[in-house]
């Protein structure tokens, strides 16, 4: 049996393709049924659905055997235990740094001022501001991250944004790209040894995949 973890949402649905091409169909759709294990047309093929954040926790300590996991999710968390050979180039956007439209970023960056920061994502923010010579003061947020400049919990955030839709609705400018963001293929090590033809199967077919949708 093999056991991939997903998350419900866009993750799941830009996967579905990428399984396609495996031969592999799931059974149930994740939003009209309650069920967190779904089968799928491969009898030793099955999804299990489970939060975003979780994918690389279930992989690492063998719950899944493989995971579609966003690279953000996969930084915060750290990678450890986990092999990760794919890019696969889907749910796509970039982390970034926003202010509110009348904070002036650039002279507070150059002054050596301290900038309170909110995120969800504290450890590349660490990263990034600590790579800059930026003095932070990050406070950890779960959501709605766009919130805390209006409500003066904090000068800035750090956030994933693809549109740029709700940071304009919230009146927020983006200042820095820090990186661009896409989803990865995440393996457990021992059933990697384990179940080395099916797991590299999948991984085979997901970047023949990935490369044909490269090139259209
Ligand atoms: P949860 O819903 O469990 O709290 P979440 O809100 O972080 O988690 P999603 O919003 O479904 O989960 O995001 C899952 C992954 O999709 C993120 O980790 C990121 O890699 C990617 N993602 C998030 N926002 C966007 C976006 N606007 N465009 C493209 N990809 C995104
Ligand atoms: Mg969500």
Known sequence: MITLALSKGRIF????PLLKAAG???LEDPEKSRKLILPTNQPDVRVVLVRATDVPTYVEYGGADVGVTGKDVLLEHGGSGLYQPLDLQI???????????GFDYPSAVRQGARI?????YTAIARDFFAEKGVHVDLIKLYGSMELAPLTGLADAIVDL???GKT???NQLVEVEHIMDISSHLVVNQAA???KTAPIRRIIDTFAAAVSQAETV
């Open 13 to 16: 649905d830009e996967t579905l």
């Open 167 to 169: 940071l304009k609705a």
């Open 91 to 101: 749910a796509r956007c970039h982390m970034a740094v926003a202010v509110p439209a």
């Open 192 to 194: 990697l040894k384990l």
């Open 161 to 163: 944004v693809s549109t």
């Open 24 to 26: 592999i169909e799931v």
């Open 116 to 120: 309170t920061v909110a995120t969800k």
